[in-house]
């Protein structure tokens, strides 16, 4: 039988989960379900990296990001999930990859750079957020995963990982981990209501646990082209937030208008997002109905979503269920690889019975 090959990916436990992430890194992560063995993970240590000090959210952002997943399905009987502090061999991995890691390699890490540079309101000199991408090749290592989903962001972290496990390899004379390849999930160019990048950083995002209700006031709240200050003024969808998403969750025009054939049927069909391009630029249409349009459109596509979080709410014991199954069969492999990895180290020693 062929084996598949193993896949494995984490988010942090630092927000709930917005539209941006459903269109790029849950989507990948559903459609890699069905060919890979694929084991996903919530990092709630990797978010005390910036959290240390507020650590009041992570125990529920874990919670939350776990229903979340489940919601869009990513499916506990195709895929392993689990989290990250249910596994302590995470810990103690990280321990031992941490000393054969040279810190010139983790100072020269540009995402390392950037957050310090982007954040400012929050110390990060922390030995633990210069150490992130350690606990990162710890997670990845441990089950000699040999593709990891991540964002464009993620390379520099994960081109670490591959030379902290060529060091630890070479330095040990065994191969005891692998070296993983990425797998580019697509960076969806989608804006918040603001008109930057979703992000929850921005304040700007739609998120898939926001009732349809916060959906509408959300879509109303949107920038807009900022050249059309009155009805009468053409608009320029083009540059508008509120376009970019008609462009994912408005319908796109039917075959039959774009060859310009009659349905000679009596339902009108829901405008399409070129007649709504063409309303905007010919000041048809106003902003404020335009944003109707969308946020019906919107909430059309979340509803099921949203419905499947509330009945998983609602028995949060089937929740912890979920996490805590995932979590030993995750632990049966951390404890193999850690097992390996001591033993190719030559430290590797059974603890006395009654300190287990
Ligand atoms: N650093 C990743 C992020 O911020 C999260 C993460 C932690 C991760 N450990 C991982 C991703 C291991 C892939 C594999 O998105
Ligand atoms: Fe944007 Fe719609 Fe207003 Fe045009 S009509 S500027 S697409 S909100």
């Keep these: 039988m062929e084996t598949k090959k193993r896949v494995l990916s984490g988010m942090q436990a630092s927000g709930r989960l917005h539209l941006g992430n459903l269109l790029g890194a849950l989507a990948k992560w559903k459609e890699l379900q069905d060919g890979y063995e694929c084991f996903y993970f919530i990092a709630d240590w990797h978010a005390l990296s910036t959290c240390y000090e507020d650590t009041h959210e992570i125990k529920g952002n874990t919670f939350e990001i776990a229903v979340d997943w489940l919601s869009v399905g990513i499916d506990p009987e195709k895929s392993t999930i689990f989290v990250q502090s249910f596994i302590p061999e995470h810990a103690v991995l990280h321990l031992l990859l941490s000393m054969i890691t040279p810190v ?131 608009g320029n969808p083009e540059i508008c937030p509120v376009f970019a998403l008609h462009n994912v969750y408005s319908p796109s025009p039917s075959q039959e208008k774009l060859q310009g054939i009659s349905r000679g049927t009596t339902d009108s069909p829901a405008i399409d997002i070129s007649e709504i391009s063409d309303q905007c630029r010919t000041a048809k249409i106003g902003c404020v109905d335009c944003k109707i349009i969308l946020a019906k459109n919107l909430i059309k596509k979340m509803q099921p979503i949203y419905e499947k979080r509330c009945k998983l709410k609602s028995n949060p014991q089937r929740i912890y269920e979920i996490l805590s199954q995932g979590s030993k069969k995750a632990r049966k492999i951390a404890i193999a690889t850690l097992k390996e990895a001591t033993e190719a180290m030559g430290i590797h020693m059974e603890a006395p019975r009654s300190t287990r």
Excluded at 133 to 144: E, G, H, S
Excluded at 168 to 184: G, H, S, T
Excluded at 223 to 229: A, F, I, M, N, V
Aim: hydrophobic content about 30%; glycine content about 4%.
């Design 104 to 234: 010139p390699w983790l100072e020269r890490n540009p995402t390392y750079k950037e957050k310090q540079e982007e954040i400012k309101n929050r110390d990060l000199t922390t030995y633990g957020f210069l150490g992130y991408p350690v606990l990162q090749t710890a997670d990845i290592a441990l089950y000699k995963a040999n593709c990891v989903p991540v964002g464009i962001d993620q390379l520099p972290h994960l081109e670490l990982t591959r030379e902290i496990v060529r060091r630890f390899n070479y330095i040990y004379k065994k191969d005891v981990f692998v070296e993983p390849e990425e797998i580019l999930s697509e960076t969806p160019k989608l804006p918040g209501t603001d008109g930057r990048k979703m992000s929850k950083s921005y304040n700007n995002a739609i998120y898939l646990s926001d009732p349809p209700e916060e959906i509408e006031k959300k879509v109303r709240s949107m920038l807009t082209d900022p050249r059309r200050e009155r009805r009468a003024d053409p």
